[in-house]
């Protein structure tokens, strides 16, 4: 048996190369491998801009866009070219051969009307995308004050459930005790569990909103906020104009769609007109042909071609189903206008309405911040403070704490409908 011993200075020598080779090879791995993009708390405007860059409907509306932008060189489309060979007798008894090459072209005002009817195929898919950048920040405005919503009603019933769980600690004490009946402990456990069972029922809530949120930032990771608490948000209507919804991005969508049918209309009104057929033939004429200001004939082979044009109109002789064609788009010009009109009013309406839930909304606020959160908020540390001097008694105490928690409820009810009324505003008059 043939053992080979390396000598120890080898041996370091090649310990000391695979060390700093493995060394550089897990550098480069290191820093060829990107880290995954931990969640990190994000503002509203962050939220909005991760959402139109990322959400698949905006990116369906951009391929439409350019979907109708690669079709805009179909509108100078020719048609098929026509290349035509004959050969035999038809000429004396020899073979010859015919090459024809035909074109058909609709008339240059076709050209024309379906040019303009590609531009407004384009401004319409562009302002789709308008439409739907629009639609999607209402949505994700709308699930992100939800979420603060959730959020701050979380805080309440966690404030909530533990002044009942100390409750419900000290009508067992006095229980035990015999200061107190069954009925009182009853009473707080019953409360106590009521609560825990809200809390449950919001943590739901909050997960169900926080994937709306994340499905629609298209994100496979979790959304964290910067804001943790719900703000009121400002916003001046003006109530009696109804003019800047003209510029709402719907009115704009349907007026084009009116565009578009217009030069629909016009298009196959322009088909009524005669195409243009032009030719090139070139043939051999074998045998004895009368030469040009000659009166001699001359002999002509397969060598010698005769060359020629061709060029002639097309009319429509049964011009109907055409007409049809011209009277079924004049329906479509109707139904967009129609269309048009019926969004316009029901915007106008919609906006009327908000503008007045708003306005009630807004004195609810200014109620709740002026009156009722200050007395909710001086029964809530009176009733505590009086219950642990033994003023009152635990029914009287139980009445206040509920009716304080009530009215902080309410508070932050009507304080997020009130900010998904200002997000609807915001919406409509493009803002």
Request: no cysteine.
């Amino acid at each position: 048996m043939i053992i080979n011993v390396y000598p120890m200075k080898s041996k370091i020598k090649l310990f000391s190369f695979l060390l700093i080779f493995f060394v550089f090879l897990s550098f480069t791995h290191h820093g060829q491998v990107k880290p995954q993009n931990p969640s990190i708390p994000l503002t509203l405007e962050q939220v909005l801009a991760l959402a139109l860059e990322q959400n698949g409907l905006v990116k369906g509306a951009m391929y439409q866009a350019d979907y109708q932008k690669a079709l805009k060189p179909t509108a100078t489309e020719i048609g098929k070219t026509n290349l035509g060979l004959q050969y035999g007798q038809y000429n004396s008894f020899m073979n010859d051969n015919n090459l024809t090459i035909a074109q058909n072209l609709p008339f240059p005002t076709v050209f024309a009307k379906q040019k303009q009817l590609a531009a407004a195929h384009i401004q319409y898919a562009e302002q789709q995308v308008v439409t739907t950048q629009r639609d999607l920040v209402k949505m994700v405005k709308n699930a992100y004050f939800t979420y603060l919503f959730v959020l701050e009603k979380q805080q309440l019933l966690r404030y909530q459930d533990s002044i009942y769980t100390e409750f419900l600690r000290a009508a067992e004490l006095r229980y035990k005790t015999g200061e107190t009946n069954q009925l009182e402990r009853a009473l707080a456990q019953s409360q106590s569990l009521e609560v825990k069972n809200l809390l449950m029922q919001n943590q739901a809530d909050q997960q169900i909103v926080a994937t709306q949120l994340q499905t629609l930032l298209q994100n496979s990771q979790p959304i964290l906020l910067v804001e943790k608490r719900l703000k009121k948000l400002t916003f001046q209507p003006q109530i009696a104009d109804t003019t800047t919804l003209a510029t709402h991005p719907l009115l704009q969508l349907l007026q084009q769609q009116i565009i578009v049918n217009q030069q629909i209309t016009k298009v196959e009104k322009s088909r009524l007109l005669p195409d243009i057929n032009v030719g090139f033939f070139s043939q051999t004429l074998v045998g004895y042909q009368r030469a040009f200001n000659d009166n001699n004939d001359m002999y002509f082979d397969y060598n010698k071609r005769f060359n020629g044009v061709a060029l002639g109109l097309a009319f429509p002789l049964w011009a109907k189903p055409q007409n049809a064609r011209i009277q079924a788009a004049k329906v479509q010009e109707k139904i967009a206008q129609n269309q048009y009109e019926y969004a316009q009013i029901n915007l106008e309406s919609q906006y009327l309405q908000i503008v007045q839930e708003y306005t009630k909304l807004q004195n609810t606020l200014t109620y709740y911040e002026q009156n009722a959160l200050p007395t909710a908020d001086l029964l809530l540390s009176t009733a505590q403070k009086e219950f642990r001097s033994g003023n009152i008694d635990y029914v009287a105490h139980f009445q206040g704490l509920t009716r304080a928690l009530t009215v902080k409820s309410a508070y932050y009810e009507v304080l997020n409908r009130y900010n998904q009324v200002v997000v609807e505003l915001e919406f409509l008059v493009g803002k």
